[in-house]
């Protein structure tokens, strides 16, 4: 069965970096457009000669009653459909199916680590925003939010994330540069030089890893060398 295509309106946009695109679309023609944080678009167009070009996107927003999303991505050099997305003009429209994906938060709610670099982040501010909305999601847990970045120009929703802290105790935003200035004052280096420091010993927790490959593999293989089962380590890899 062929799954349903809907078409996606943007609504507006903004840099984030010099090669990074905040989106905002809104999802015309269908009563709810519902997704659960952490789920992924499925984007098409077709090229002028007629090739039809597909790419996955992580939702980088909550759930939302007006049936609007956001994604977060790079322009990528060659290719056909970040340039094409990060082209789009306010009102233009792509074609979208979905949500898929089961890189979502999984009961029973525990303190959890969110760990994240580069446009990795997409999810979890999806995730984030969504928990902290309402007390009985995150239940008064934990939460903490480990994402690396080369410079400070580069992270993303930095201000946000400040703003979303300062608001919410039990949420601790921890951005760390791997390529800081002399006047950064926050953590240096690279996210999985920090994880020991925030579990501390424990293994009761849940952590969330998005990025690139390589990342993830280094996270996931600390975790697992302090005791972690692998069940509560999920991820999601964007090569």
Request: hydrophobic share 35%.
């Amino acid at each position: 069965m062929p799954f349903q295509t809907h078409t996606a309106r943007l609504t507006r946009s903004t840099a984030l970096s010099g090669f990074t695109k905040h989106f905002e679309f809104e999802m015309q023609g269908v009563p709810r457009f519902g997704f659960v944080p952490g789920q992924w678009l499925s984007l098409k167009h077709t090229k002028s000669d007629g090739e039809e070009i597909t790419r996955a996107y992580s939702i980088a927003s909550p759930p939302d009653e007006n049936n609007r999303f956001a994604l977060c991505l790079n322009r990528v050099q060659d290719g056909f459909m970040s340039n094409f997305l990060c082209d789009m003009k306010e009102g233009d429209e792509i074609s979208a199916q979905g949500p898929f994906g089961d890189f979502i938060l999984r009961p029973p709610m525990r303190d959890t680590i969110f760990i994240a670099t580069g446009t990795g982040i997409a999810p979890f501010r999806s995730m984030l925003h969504w928990l902290v909305a309402d007390p009985s999601r995150h239940e008064d847990r934990q939460l903490w939010l480990l994402f690396g970045s080369r410079t400070e120009q580069d992270i993303y929703y930095h201000q946000e994330f400040l703003r979303l802290a300062e608001a919410h105790e039990n949420f601790h935003y921890l951005p760390t540069l791997s390529r800081g200035v002399g006047d950064w004052q926050g953590l240096r280096g690279y996210v999985q030089q920090h994880v020991p420091g925030i579990v501390a010993g424990r293994t009761d927790m849940h952590a969330y890893i998005c990025g690139l490959d390589k990342m993830i593999r280094a996270n996931r293989d600390l975790l697992k060398s302090l005791g972690w089962d692998r069940k509560s380590i999920r991820y999601e890899k964007y090569d």
